[in-house]
């Protein structure tokens, strides 16, 4: 079962939540979004199910480097469905391309965060299975600091953290 497919951009995450992705204009030549699936890999946690390989940058360019990939619905234009930032920026050299193996993603809810330790920003809500629908939590949408401050955090609300 894969609940949810889509769009794998590469980017970058601003502290405001705006991801700005890669562009062919911007200095990627050759960049294209790439399908990706998401299935079940345990309680609460999604993984990319097959292996993603992003075209090979033209020589003789060098695209940007991002610090963040996004989900969107189409493989052009379409909604953000969630982005996360990444550890260290990459770049990708001429001639070379960016790979990711079959679970190098991974998401873990219903608190959303990568496997980097990351928050994840979802744009929709997720079925993890049948038993774990998001669409159930009420969500709160606040600032880290606000966040930080709440004496107890309810294990059964989706906090989403802004600015």
Known sequence: M?????????????DSGIFTELT?????????????????????SLV?????????????????????????????????QMAWRLGNPIVIAAGDRHRLKAGDIELNFPVATSSLGTEVLLSQTFTISPDKVLTQLPSVT??????????????????????
């Open 48 to 80: 990319n199910s097959a292996a993603i390989n992003f075209p090979v940058a033209t020589v003789p360019y060098i695209w940007p480097s991002f610090r963040a990939y996004a989900v969107f619905d189409a493989a052009s234009a379409g909604n953000r």
């Open 142 to 163: 606040m600032t880290q600091a606000a966040y930080d401050a709440l004496p107890v955090k309810d294990a059964m609300t989706l906090y989403v953290i802004v600015g």
């Open 2 to 14: 894969t609940p949810y497919s889509g769009y794998l951009a590469l980017g970058n995450l601003d």
């Open 24 to 44: 062919v204009a911007g200095g990627a030549v050759g960049y294209v979004r790439q399908a990706i699936s998401l299935a079940p890999a345990g309680a609460g």
